[in-house]
Each structure stands twice: as C-alpha cells, then as structure tokens.
C-alpha cells in the first residue's frame, strides 16, 4: 500500500484464518491499523496473538482471507536475537548497506545507547540488548512495526522505562504498531485501541480514551482495565473498602463545628 490517504488503514486484514491440524486459532478475523495508531492484542496463551503478528510480519501464512499490509515492516521480539559477533552498531545496522551507518548511530542515539556504538553484545544488560532491538527495527523506517511482548523478560522498572521509551518514539516515527501483550496496564498505558481476541476473532475493540500520561490510579484508566480482563476471563480484584474507625474506649470525640 503506497498511499498517503489518512483515511488509508497500513494493515487491512478480512476473514484471515489460519489452522492448525482441526483447529481454527484464527477464524474470520477482521483488523484495521490505521498510520500511526498503536493497537495493543490483548489474550490469552495460546488464543493466536502471534500467529497473528507473524502472518503480519511474513513469518506464517494464511490459510484463507486477506491481509494487506507495507513492505517496510519490522518486528521486535521477546528475546533481542543479537548476532553475538557484532558489536552493537553492527547488529542495529546488520544487512544494510555501509552507507546507513550515520543512521544506525543515529537510532542508538534515540534510545539512549549511542556510547555503545562499539559494546560487545554480552556487556549489555537486559534493557540495553532490548534498547539496540528497537534501534534495529526504526532504522529501517517500517510503517508498521510489530512487537511480540517485547517486555516481558525485564524487570518491572526497566519495563516501565522501556514501555516510555517505545510509546515516545512511536509518536515521533508514527509508525502504524501492533503490540501483542497479556499485560493489560501496558496495553492500556501504550496503545490507542485495545483489542482482545479469544476463539479466533476479536471480541474487543476499543478506542482508548484515557488522557495522558496514563495513570493507573485513574478511573478511567481503572474502569477500561476492569472491562478487559474481563474480556479475558479474569475476575477485577475487588475495590478496597475503608475499614471503619472504632473509637478509642474511654475517649470523648469532639467534633469542630
């Protein structure tokens, strides 16, 4: 797709299915992306968030329907899949052309890497490897970028630093950003629509409403969480209710009138 129509989805999926052996994970499955919209695919294990991602990415076929989507597509996976013999420019740049090295640098650069330019993959922490994933998928400025739950071997502070950093530079690129998760405060926190799929289809579909930046402790932000795990089958922890305060024997409350 090469039109610059806002009106244009960058994925267009109709009545995609994909089997395997008798059983349908996906069954006359419908999905838009628009340009620049973060969708986060919320659902359970096993219920074909990445074979979805996959088909988007080229990675499995389709056992029937239609699925469009760019050329340019990129995909950041669980595991960074760093080439342990090149340093860290070299992996953000691997199967480039020499000339695309400033821009390599330049991607580091956006994730905060650029000093790690010559780093040996085994120095990195987690974050770091996951940060030089990223760099490698922007460099090649996809239209659409795929991230299969690229969160969720780091720790929940360097999560939440990655989970930033992401929701920043897509808005900068504008990429269109299928996000596959089973963290629902991520998907709310990150994505634009929020979509659930359970037997094969999407059950849930829905626009984000919540002002940024997303607090969890909004109500808002509270009532969609609720409505999605839900949507997943998982009963909502129940609201803390305040304990009521006994007064102190053999004391008098005054009250200030």
């Known amino acids: ?60 076929g ?44 330049r991607a580091l650069a956006e994730v905060g890497l650029e000093r790690h330019a010559d780093a040996w993959p085994a120095t990195l922490s987690g974050g770091e490897a996951q940060r030089v994933a990223l760099a490698r998928a922007l460099v090649r400025e996809p239209e659409l970028l795929l991230l299969d739950e690229p969160f969720a071997a780091l720790d929940a502070l360097t999560r939440l630093k990655m989970q930033d950093l992401v929701g920043e530079l897509c808005r900068i690129h504008r990429p269109a950003v299928l996000l596959v998760t089973h963290d629902v405060d991520e998907a709310v926190r990150l994505a634009d629509r929020v979509a659930v799929l359970r037997d094969g289809r999407l059950i849930t579909d829905e626009t984000v409403t919540v002002d940024r930046p997303r607090d969890p402790g909004n109500p808002a932000f509270a009532a969609l969480r609720r409505r999605l795990l839900g949507d997943l089958g998982v009963a909502a922890p129940p609201q803390p209710v305040p304990a009521p305060v006994e007064p102190t024997p053999g004391r008098t409350e005054v009250g200030v009138i």
């Open 1 to 60: 797709m090469t039109t610059d129509t806002p009106t244009t989805p960058a994925v267009r999926v109709r009545d995609l299915r994909r089997v395997f052996g008798d059983r349908a994970v996906l069954d006359d499955l419908e999905l838009d992306i628009a340009r620049g919209e973060f969708v986060a695919l919320l659902g359970a294990s096993g219920s074909g968030k990445t074979t979805l991602l996959r088909i988007l990415g080229a990675l499995d």
């Open 62 to 105: 389709a056992d029937g329907g239609e699925v469009l989507v760019p050329e340019a597509r990129t995909i950041v996976f669980q595991e960074p899949r760093l080439v342990p013999s090149k340093k860290v420019l070299a992996n953000v740049t691997v199967a480039l052309p020499r000339s695309r090295s400033a821009h390599g640098l």
